[in-house]
Each structure stands twice: as structure tokens, then as C-alpha cells.
């Protein structure tokens, strides 16, 4: 039995400051199973004791992990002056202290996106030794050639970089822009981009779809997020 202070309690599941848990404390708006309390320092057990704001419960969560669809113009980061942030843009139920993104994609790409205050889960799933793969839906100024496609689906050596091998597919080559869909297992900066650069092409659009096991949901809109159930947080380990 993990024992925590209350106001730690507090901060961590209400998304606010010391300062605010005492606040509350102060105004006799907390009880800790069904008895009023004042004190920050009282000791309790998150999993069993009930905690109440104005009556209703707090429900504990050590960790939470949310899932984004990232829109363009949108910076992955905690916090970034002057920048709107992947945590600016969270539904003010889903904001606590400490959440981060997993992992980052570029301000104009879009797509899926972790967010969670677990270190070591983050770690788990951006660590190349755990070979996590990462699905994205790559908008290209041309066609790739077939020797292209093959030093990709090798491992792409340029002089710069050693690319772990990647997996290539066509979804629609027809288009005036073309479209393939590419899966990663590491995630070094602006790494599709400088790949396909590497042969004169550009990418026009980048919009990742999936992390492991784990697709984005068609029902999530660009901009919203929503918390994943504990399935879904196992998904994305499936290779």
C-alpha cells in the first residue's frame, strides 16, 4: 500500500498547484471518506480512499495516456512561448501536471499522438531497442523509383545516416501528388523527410496513423483527444 499526501493527491489529479489544493483544503470543500479535511499533509491510500471535491469523487489515475489527432500548426511540446502546444489544445478535463508528449512530429504534420505523464511507458515505446513501429501516410512530390523503394526496405545509407530498414507501400501512385504509406521503428529528426530528400523528392504531407498495434481513430477529429482505455494502451506494444 503506496501511502501519498493529500494535497499531493490533489495536485496530481486535479491538474493544479499546491498553493490551489491547500485553497480548497482551506474552504472545506475536500472530504476523505466522508470526513472533511483540512490538513495537506493527511496520508491516505488513492486507491481505497474516497476524495471528494464538492461532493463528488475523485477518481484516481496514476497515469493517464491520450491519444490526439494532431492538427497542422500545432507544436509538440509541453510548453513552447509564443507556440500553441499538443497540451494547449487538450479539453480542460483531460489537463494535469506533468503530461508530455510521447514522442514528437513535426508543427505540419499531422496525425497521432501520445500524451501521458508516464516516463517509463513513453520510454517503453520510443526506444528503438523496443522496436515499436510507427505508421505514417507520406504525400510525395513524385513517384518512388523501384531502387529507391529497395534501399529503403533495406536500410537507407547515405552519408549522414544509417536508416534502419523500413516497410514501403503504395497507396495511390496515380495521383499527381502520390501517396505510400511507410512504417518506422525509430523516429530520428525529421527522418522520412530527409530520407526522401535524399533522392530529390519531397514530401508534401506527413500524417502518422498508427503507434504499434494502435490505429487512429477515424471517429477522432483533427484537434480533439480522448483518454485510452487500458486495451488500447496494450495495443500500442503489439508489433
Known amino acids: 500500500m503506496d501511502m501519498i499526501r493529500l494535497d499531493k493527491f490533489l495536485s496530481s489529479q486535479l491538474g493544479c498547484s499546491r498553493t490551489d489544493a491547500k485553497k480548497l483544503l482551506r474552504e472545506k470543500r475536500i472530504t476523505v471518506n ?3 479535511a483540512v490538513k495537506g499533509d493527511l496520508l491516505l491510500d488513492p486507491d481505497t480512499s474516497a476524495v471528494c471535491k464538492d461532493g463528488q469523487r475523485i477518481q484516481y489515475e496514476k497515469f493517464v495516456y491520450i491519444i490526439q489527432n494532431k492538427p497542422a500548426g500545432v507544436v509538440s511540446a509541453s510548453s513552447a512561448p509564443g507556440d500553441v502546444t499538443v497540451i494547449d489544445i487538450l479539453p480542460a478535463s483531460m489537463k494535469r501536471k506533468d503530461l508530455f508528449p510521447a514522442g514528437r512530429l513535426d508543427r505540419d504534420t499531422t496525425g497521432l499522438m501520445l500524451i501521458t505523464d508516464d516516463g517509463a511507458f ?3 515505446i520510443l526506444s528503438p531497442a ?4 510507427k ?3 507520406v504525400t510525395l512530390e513524385r513517384k518512388v523509383t523501384l531502387s529507391e523503394a529497395s534501399r529503403i526496405e533495406a536500410g537507407l545509407v547515405t552519408d549522414e545516416e544509417n536508416y534502419k530498414p523500413a516497410v514501403l507501400r503504395p497507396v495511390d501512385t496515380a495521383a499527381e501528388k502520390p501517396r505510400y504509406e511507410i512504417v ?3 523516429g530520428r529528426y525529421h527522418q522520412i523527410k530527409r530520407m526522401f530528400a535524399f533522392f530529390g523528392n519531397r ?9 504499434g498495434g494502435l490505429a487512429l481513430p477515424e471517429s477522432l ?12 494502451v496494450q495495443q500500442i506494444k503489439l508489433l
Open 203 to 211: 514530401v508534401c504531407a506527413l500524417h502518422r496513423t498508427k503507434i
Open 122 to 124: 513513453a520510454h517503453e
Open 184 to 186: 518506422l521503428t525509430e
Open 221 to 232: 477529429a483533427p484537434g480533439e483527444s480522448r483518454k485510452l482505455t487500458p486495451g488500447e
Open 135 to 137: 505508421t505514417y501516410l
Open 130 to 133: 523496443h522496436h515499436v513501429e
Open 34 to 36: 466522508g470526513v472533511v
